[in-house]
């Protein structure tokens, strides 16, 4: 914190010096992003088999991981909307097509905005979903599988979760009690029942025992996990963007990043929270995103990470998201309920600046009220912001962009 202090000292100053100070504005710049823990991409990488990695996107495209054949990894992690999938929250099983196509038909609402997946599993990227329900930091991991963990990877962990997630890919087609009680049992029927699904597909199965040197025979969901997380850790890897190239290469860059730059390292104090190679501290927050439909504890509420530490200091806090390729992610917040990036860093400097919040029921306000008591401790509360600068601050965003290694495609 006390780093960035000072370089927001500095950059106050170099913003209002003339143009000949570019070179000090731009090596201010660079000084505060590596302060801030920016290092090159490749340190992020975490290597894998490229072989179980050309699996595991065979397995993510698959609705052979849903009890009815339905959905897949691929149905909500598209291309086109930034590897999430363009809406407020998600609909999984019972839904049809992609995009704005799900919202109409009889699909099941997941009460979250679907993440995506930039850098995740990389080095030291070890904290997965709005409330960090899959954590290993501190050198234990936390899961809702508790003592039972099927892995000591927090990103094969959290692969494990949505299919068995009802609603997400499970849902009233499996109509036994016990598969239906979402304890670690009926978790294993569940990928038990997929495991066989997969070993009988004559390209899938024979495929991921050759890429796991095992018989058809022996393959369990923990192979599936293993592949799928080879995946997303080859496939959204942090690549290199216009800002490590600046950084690390001396590239140059238009004068409005720059300036947006200082802004997100200086007065803004955004890298406050959004620092480190992944652009989040993989710490929870409570920016008062306004709620959007049913909310994960109903009435269009959500306790965000209490809802898994139980601790009443976590209620309306969540898990600060990485921002690379942020402009493609839209919607925005755990709720979704954000569509303009502007407007998203708006709400974090001044909550009623965006008129939603006057749409809101008279439950939702009594919760929005409460999430400003906890905003008000946060480091940009009290911060100002002019509308310039926001727009510098989307200009900046935009040197963080990058493209995946394989287009993803669902069946």
């Known amino acids: 914190m ?59 495209e698959s609705k052979l991981l849903s009890p009815s054949n339905t959905i897949a990894c691929a149905t909500c992690h598209i291309d086109r ?22 919202l109409k038909g009889n699909g099941r609402i997941v009460p979250r905005n679907t993440l995506p997946f930039w850098g995740r599993g990389g080095v030291a990227f070890n904290v997965f979903f709005w409330d960090g329900k899959v954590d290993g930091t501190g050198g234990r991991l936390h899961s809702q599988f508790g003592s039972a963990t099927p892995s000591h990877d927090p990103l094969v962990v959290a692969v494990h979760l949505p299919p068995a997630e009802l609603s997400e890919m499970v849902g009233t087609e499996v109509d036994e009690d016990k598969v239906q009680t979402e304890t670690v ?42 592949a799928i997380a080879a995946f997303i850790r080859t496939n959204f890897q942090v690549s290199e963007t216009a800002f490590h190239r600046f950084v690390f290469d001396g590239k140059p860059l238009p004068r409005s990043v720059v300036e947006g730059g200082l802004i997100f390292y200086g007065k803004g104090g955004c890298a406050s929270c959004h620092n480190g190679p992944y652009f989040s501290d993989l710490e929870f927050h409570g920016i008062p995103f306004p709620p959007a439909g049913f909310g994960k504890n109903g009435f269009g509420v959500d306790y965000g990470r209490y809802n898994v530490t139980l601790d009443p200091s976590d209620r309306g806090r969540f898990r600060t998201p990485p921002l690379y390729n942020v402009r493609k992610t839209a919607p925005y917040g755990h709720s979704g309920s954000i569509k303009n990036l502007a407007d998203a860093i708006t709400i974090h400097f001044d909550p009623l600046g965006v008129p939603i919040y006057k749409t809101l029921s008279p439950v939702q306000r009594a919760e929005f009220y409460r ?32 493209t995946t290694r394989w287009s993803v495609e669902s069946e």
Do not use: C
């Not at 920016?38 to 990695?53: D, F, I, K, Y």
């Not at 070993?199 to 293993?226: H, N, S, T, W, Y």
């Open 371 to 402: 999430s400003l008591k906890v905003w008000s401790s946060e480091p940009v509360s009290g911060n100002v912001l002019y509308p310039e600068d926001i727009i510098k601050l989307v200009d900046f965003l935009s040197s963080l962009e990058y």
């Open 81 to 102: 909307f930034g590897s999430a999938d363009g809406l407020q929250q998600a609909v999984g099983i019972g839904g049809t097509g992609i995009g704005v196509e799900r």
């Open 2 to 60: 006390k780093s960035i202090i000072n370089f927001s000292l500095i950059a106050a100053m170099v913003l209002i010096l003339p143009v000949h100070a570019d070179g000090l504005r731009e090596e201010t710049l660079r000084q505060a992003a590596v302060s801030s823990g920016l290092v090159p991409a490749a340190e992020t990488h975490v290597l894998v088999s490229l072989e179980l990695a050309k699996v595991g996107k065979l397995l993510f």
């Open 185 to 226: 049992n009926s978790a294993e029927l569940l990928y038990s029942a997929a495991t066989q699904r997969v070993a009988a597909d004559p390209k899938l199965g024979v495929a991921l025992a050759r890429a796991r040197r095992v018989e058809l025979g022996e393959l369990a969901f923990l192979d599936i996990a293993e």
